[in-house]
């Protein structure tokens, strides 16, 4: 059988601003991801901080930049966009745990993954088809 499933017509307004805003998340976690793996201070001292071992720190700058890599494929967008939210989930989990400020530094993963996720909606047809948010 042959069944097709209806995708919603993106309007350029959507397409671009989705693109901006995915753009906006993969510049800034390929970023992140590059400065963990060069032994910054920074980094150092930001893994101990949170309670991490600072040779944690490649790993999870190449879990970065692995999930940010599927995000930014659109082949591969929705997967690497579900991981990135596990990713960002574990964040917030040792922000809180710490007990970082609540709206600059717990909550930025949440702002991270809005971002996310409005961009990669607002840009692909078959997350609009599969979230129909209106009729």
């Given amino acids: 059988m ?8 993106t309007s350029n307004g ?19 991801g590059a400065i963990k793996l060069v032994p910054l ?10 309670g ?3 040779e944690l720190a490649r ?3 190449v879990l970065t930049l692995l999930c940010t890599v599927l995000y930014a494929w659109p ?11 596990g990713y960002l989930g574990g964040a ?3 922000h809180l745990r710490i007990g970082n400020p609540l709206f600059s530094h717990t909550l930025f993963g949440v702002y991270l993954g809005l971002m996310a996720w409005g ?14 948010f209106r009729r």
Wanted: overall charge positive; aromatic content about 6%; hydrophobic content about 55%.
């Fill in 59 to 61: 790993t999870l700058g």
């Fill in 41 to 50: 201070q920074v980094v150092h001292d930001t893994m101990a901080t949170l």
């Fill in 119 to 132: 961009g990669l909606y607002l840009r692909d047809p078959r997350l609009q088809a599969l979230i129909p």
């Fill in 14 to 32: 959507a397409l671009w601003t989705g693109r901006v805003l995915s753009g906006l998340v993969i510049a800034f976690l390929l970023f992140d």
């Fill in 75 to 85: 082949r591969t967008a929705i997967l690497g966009a579900i991981l990135l939210t």
């Fill in 92 to 94: 917030i989990a040792s």
């Fill in 2 to 9: 042959n069944s097709a499933v209806a995708t919603p017509a």
């Fill in 52 to 54: 991490l071992p600072s």
